[in-house]
């Protein structure tokens, strides 16, 4: 099976820089994504690591480490717009995803 | 332009009655899947298909059933519906090897 671990809560600043942490538990894996959702909204994918590494998308960037079985999301200059939660997701075999229970992101000005 | 769409998106009904939701969507594509999402959690996998009259058990399958009988709609059914089935409800049609994008959601409550 598979379990992910993530922080429940994060509150910071306009302007300010947030890591979202994941810890995964695997018996398959082929990456981590990361989706946002914003309150009553649909997940919407963020991005994707296969390979060890950090992968830049404007200001959102992702890490993996799949040695340690461990990636983060870094949101950069935080605005208003970013609070929302914020999932990791384990992609295994038949593009099957397991979700975290969600990190939210409360963005004051 | 190709999308998903997800009906209804609302919907109040009594324990012990059939439900339900339909999932269409118009790219085409083989895979097709089903997760709820409880307040204040993360999504779990229901149910799946990789194509016409394919269906499979995801994590949290008991009680729910879907069939696919052509490539755009894969409907799940709540045989006998409970209130532990109270809950959003999202599909997501991913192409081979692309990230999921999810439908609207469809949220039900059962009384």
């Known amino acids: 099976g598979q379990s992910l671990e993530q922080p429940s809560e994060v509150t910071a600043v306009e302007g300010a820089i947030v890591q979202i942490n994941c810890t995964y538990q695997t018996s398959g894996f082929y990456g981590l994504s990361w989706y946002q959702q914003h309150d009553g909204g649909a997940p919407t994918f963020l991005s994707y690591?296969?390979?060890?590494g950090l992968e830049e998308t404007g200001r959102f960037s992702s890490f993996l480490s799949r040695s340690d079985s461990y990636g983060y999301l870094l949101l950069q200059e935080l605005q208003m717009k970013d609070s929302a939660s914020y999932f990791c997701?384990?992609?295994?075999?038949?593009?099957?995803?397991?979700f975290g229970g969600g990190t939210r992101v409360l963005v004051k000005p | 332009d190709a999308e998903i769409t997800q009906s209804p998106r609302h919907k109040i009904t009594e324990t012990g009655r059939q439900v339900t939701l339909a999932c269409h969507q118009t790219?085409?594509?083989?895979?097709m899947f089903w997760y709820r999402q409880d307040l204040g959690h993360g999504l779990r996998l229901i149910h799946y298909s990789y194509g016409v009259q394919d269906t499979n058990k995801g994590e949290v399958s008991d009680g729910y059933s879907v069939s696919r009988s052509n490539t755009e709609d894969l409907p799940l059914t709540l045989e006998s519906a409970a209130s532990s089935q109270t809950s959003v409800y999202f599909c997501a049609s991913p192409n081979f090897g692309q990230p999921q994008h999810f439908g609207d959601g469809t949220r039900l409550s059962i009384l």
């Open positions: 997701a384990v992609k295994a075999a038949g593009n099957k995803l397991t």
């Open positions: 690591n296969a390979l060890d």
């Open positions: 790219w085409n594509h083989n895979n």
